[in-house]
C-alpha cells in the first residue's frame, strides 16, 4: 500500500512537471505569436511608408511634369516668330494667321508679306 501510495505521488509530481512543461511551452508560443504579431505591424508599417513615399514621389513627379509644360509653354511664346516691318494687314485677325511666309531663325523671323506691304 505504501509503495502504491509513493507510485501515485511520484506520478502525481511527474504528471504536474509536464503540467509545468507544457504551460512554459504555452507561453512560449504565445511569446512567438505576439513576435511574429508585431513583425506583421513592422511590415505592414514599412508596406504604408513605403506607399506614402511613392504617392509623394508621383505628386512630384506630376508637380515636374507641369513645370516642364509650363517652361515649354513659355519657350514656345519666347520662340514665336516676332514679325518685322510687317503691316496689320498681314494678320487675319479671324484665325491669327498671316498672311506671307516667315522665315524663322533662332533669334529672328522675317516675314515676307503676300501683300507687299514691307515698311523700310
Known sequence: MQATR?????????????????????????????????AREEVQAAREE??????????????VQAERVEVQAKQRKTESPVLLACKPECIDDKNGLITGETYKNQQVSLHFCYRNVLIP
Not at 511520484?10 to 509545468?20: D, I, L, P, T
Not at 513615399?53 to 506630376?62: D, F, M, P, W
Open 6 to 38: 509513493e507510485e501515485v505521488q511520484a506520478k502525481c509530481e511527474e504528471v504536474q512537471a509536464e503540467r509545468v512543461e507544457v504551460q512554459a511551452a504555452r507561453e512560449e508560443v504565445q511569446a512567438a505569436r505576439e513576435e511574429v504579431q508585431a
Open 50 to 63: 513605403v506607399q506614402a513615399k511613392r504617392e509623394e514621389v508621383q505628386a512630384e513627379r506630376v508637380e
